[in-house]
C-alpha cells in the first residue's frame, strides 16, 4: 500500500508565498514522474508542474516564473514553492506520483490553498 501525505496549504494574502510537501511512504519502487495538480469547483483538474527522476520540470504557463517544483528521492517527498500568489491560484492542490514498480498513479488526499486579495 502506498500514501502520499500532503502539507502546507493554508490561508495567505496575495503576494505571500506557501511551501507544500507530499511525502510518500509504503511499497514504493523507483518513482518516475512526481508531481502536483490543482482544482477549482465547477472545473477540470489543472497539473501545476511536474518533474521526472531525470530532472525535465513541466510547468503551466499560469505558473512559470511564480511556482517552483523539486524533488528529494531520498525522502519520497517532493515540494511546491509557490510565491506571488494570486486570487486566482485558489483551490485544492493535490500531489502525485507515478510508481515504477507495481506501475502506478498514487495521489495525495489534497491541501486546500487558499489566496485573499
Known amino acids: 500500500q502506498v500514501r502520499l501525505v500532503e502539507s502546507g496549504g493554508g490561508l495567505v494574502q496575495a503576494g505571500g508565498s506557501l511551501r507544500l510537501s507530499c511525502a510518500a511512504s509504503?511499497?514504493?519502487?523507483?518513482?518516475?514522474?512526481m508531481g502536483w495538480y490543482r482544482q477549482t469547483p465547477g472545473k477540470q483538474r489543472e497539473l501545476v508542474a511536474s518533474?521526472?527522476?531525470?530532472?525535465?520540470?513541466h510547468y503551466a504557463d499560469s505558473v512559470k516564473g511564480r511556482f517552483t517544483i523539486s524533488r528529494d528521492n531520498a525522502k519520497n517527498t517532493v515540494y511546491l514553492q509557490m510565491n506571488s500568489l494570486k486570487p486566482e491560484d485558489t483551490a485544492v492542490y493535490y500531489c502525485y506520483i507515478d510508481n515504477g514498480y507495481p506501475q502506478k498513479t498514487y495521489w495525495g488526499q489534497g491541501t486546500q490553498v487558499t489566496v485573499a486579495s
Open positions: 518533474m521526472t527522476n531525470g530532472g525535465s520540470i
Open positions: 509504503g511499497f514504493i519502487f523507483s518513482i518516475n514522474t
